[in-house]
């Protein structure tokens, strides 16, 4: 069973634009929950994490992220989308039942257009 | 060093030779991974190394790929009789360890089998 998944392949949005993307996620025990960014050319770099407590994750960039357990989502939100924020960003899901390894979604393109 | 370094950056070979990719996680960081990225997709899990504890090699996907971690700290993944299908971005991370802890990433190999 799939533990992470990221239904949309690619996100557009205008500069100045409140953008989400979207992570569900499927786990047997409590989630460790992670979204990371790759930029063109470059390495993924973590962006926040949600291990316990606010629902809400604040982490780099201006970026936060809604922990929801009814919905089993973890979804990245920016109030203020920059070009600068175009990238390919992947959530990914540590399954504390099936080890300590991360897994990753598919990943999500975002386009920010000026 | 500073963070997970993997060399080489690039590797062209071809196909039925054997390579290895060499990764150096950040001092102290007990857990160590191996991901693959090919063009335009997600991460696909390859091995996980935490401590003294057997790897998990669940992601390999198939018994001409292996690796090693020697003394804890550096890491060696093997491609034996390298097909074309091998291509791709191989990316090391490694982490302090636990479930809470995120993952730092290399910027990758990419190799290339022609």
């Known amino acids: 069973a799939q533990s992470v998944a990221q239904p949309e392949d690619q996100v557009n949005v205008a500069e100045g634009n409140p953008l989400t993307v979207k992570c569900t996620y499927s786990?047997?025990?409590?989630?460790?929950l992670f979204w990371y960014v790759q930029y063109p050319n470059r390495g993924l770099q973590f962006l926040l994490k949600y291990i316990t407590g606010d629902n809400l994750v604040k982490g780099s960039y201006g970026f936060e992220a809604e922990f929801n357990k009814s919905q089993t989502s973890f979804h990245l939100k920016k109030p203020s989308a920059l070009v600068s924020d175009s990238a390919l960003y992947f959530c990914?899901?540590?399954?504390?039942?099936?080890?300590?390894?991360?897994?990753f979604g598919t990943g999500t393109r975002l386009q920010v257009f000026p | 060093g500073a963070g997970v370094s993997q060399s080489p950056s690039n590797k062209v070979t071809e196909k039925g030779k054997d390579v290895e990719l060499r990764c150096d996680p950040i001092s102290g960081h007990t857990a160590l991974y191996w991901y693959r990225q090919s063009l335009g997709q997600g991460l696909e899990f390859l091995i996980y190394f935490q401590g003294n504890s057997a790897p998990d090699k669940s992601g390999l996907p198939s018994d001409r790929f292996s690796a090693e971690r020697t003394g804890g700290s550096v890491s060696t993944l093997t491609i034996q009789r390298t097909q074309q299908e091998d291509s791709a971005v191989y990316l090391c991370?490694?982490?302090?360890?636990?479930?809470?802890?995120?993952?730092?990433f290399g910027q990758g190999t990419r190799l290339t089998v022609v």
């Open positions: 991370a490694s982490s302090l360890g636990g479930w809470n802890t995120e993952a730092f």
């Open positions: 786990v047997s025990g409590n989630p460790y």
């Open positions: 990914a899901v540590r399954d504390v039942l099936l080890g300590d390894k991360l897994i």
